[in-house]
């Protein structure tokens, strides 16, 4: 009985390596393009055309491939990591497909007008570009060398300002300060809305401006995108010199929406509600009084208009013409004068004859 349950077990054990062996172990009719930098495997061997179990000779296409991109892994030159008591790690080969690019090529960022001068003119610049980090011997930490927590003393709590040579005494330093702050900001974000619009109309420049110029209504157009263009949308955008006030944001038929309080006023929500319940079931149509009144009387000065018209259109020619110039004339030239000469050389109404 004992030696039936070794037998058994040495069966089981045996069973166990084979299915290991086989499962490393993967032969192909043609052999595998690998390219190890990438970590890419091409398997050009047809595929059955099986639609009953095509999950899973799905699952055992790739599983036997990747066992192959793996045993092309464990044959590349490989170390420890951390000094030998990390993990194994293998030196990738340089790879040698090139893979199409997910996003396209970022643009060039458009030249400036000191660059533009500076390529012209063939000025290099006589020092390398500064970093943007500074050390800040008073904070003792790494800051910015411009903008906010800026490196340095904050010039903004000054408690006390020194009274220039040749200065009214009594200026206020303060406020001379904050207004040329004001006027270098908004000096800066004029040349930065020229930069921008120079840009623009140098990209598009044969398909929006033939002539090569912009208005005034193009620059403002440019302006205001380039203010809706911060993280606020021009809220905290300072105004330029000379700048014309913002329309105020409309709705499509250029009123601008409001929209009650959706809690706190229940006895306004309730007697707009009984309004409205009261309306929809009155029998008679509430009558706007006014509303009647001036359709009544645009509708009686379209048909005066229309009579108008026609009754010019019936009087023609040139006795109609006449008739018109004369103020007080019913009767026409003719009969007026016949009846005139009637009057003047006839005897009771009849020609008198010679």
């Given amino acids: ?115 533009q001068f500076a390529r012209l003119k063939g000025i290099r610049p006589t020092r390398k570009k500064r970093g943007t980090l500074v050390w800040d011997e008073a904070a003792k930490e790494w800051r910015r060398r411009w903008g906010y927590r800026r490196a340095g003393p904050n010039p903004s709590r000054d408690w006390l300002l020194e009274v220039p040579e040749g200065a009214d005494p009594l200026e206020d330093q303060f406020a001379r300060r904050r207004r040329e702050k004001r006027e270098r900001v908004a000096r800066n974000e004029l040349s930065r809305l020229r930069n921008l619009a120079r840009a623009h109309r140098g990209a598009a420049a044969n398909e929006l401006h033939p002539t090569g110029r912009q208005d005034r209504a193009e620059l403002g157009r440019v302006s205001a995108v380039a203010r809706l263009s911060t993280a606020s949308r021009g809220r905290f955008q300072p105004r330029l010199p000379k700048e014309p ?55 009686d000065e379209a048909e005066a208009a229309a009579a108008a018209k026609g009754k010019k259109r019936g009087q023609r020619g040139k006795r109609a013409r006449r008739q018109q110039r004369r103020p007080g004339g019913k009767k026409s030239g003719g009969a007026a004068r016949r009846g005139s000469q009637g009057s003047s050389g006839s005897v009771g109404g009849k020609r008198k004859k010679k």
């Fill in 1 to 115: 009985m004992a030696a039936l349950y070794v037998e058994d077990l040495l069966a089981r054990a045996e069973e166990r390596e084979a299915e290991t062996r086989r499962s490393v172990a993967v032969h192909k009719e043609l052999e595998l393009e690998f390219d190890a930098g990438n970590l890419l495997a091409v398997d050009r061997n047809p595929v059955g055309r099986a639609v009953v179990a095509r999950e899973a000779l799905l699952r055992t296409l790739a599983r036997d491939n990747t066992q192959l991109l793996v045993g092309q892994l464990w044959g590349l030159p490989s170390e420890r990591a951390e000094g030998g008591a990390g993990p194994v790690v293998a030196k990738l080969p340089e790879p040698s497909t090139r893979l199409p690019r997910e996003k396209p090529l970022p643009k060039a960022r458009p030249l400036t007008r000191w660059e």
């Fill in 245 to 299: 006030p913002a329309p105020k944001s409309a709705g499509p038929g250029g009123r601008k929406r409001r929209f009650g309080p959706v809690l706190g006023d229940l006895e306004g929500e309730k007697k707009r509600q009984l309004e409205l319940a009261r309306s929809l079931s009155a029998k008679k149509p509430p009558l706007d009084l006014t509303r009647a009144v001036n359709k009544q009387l645009r509708q």
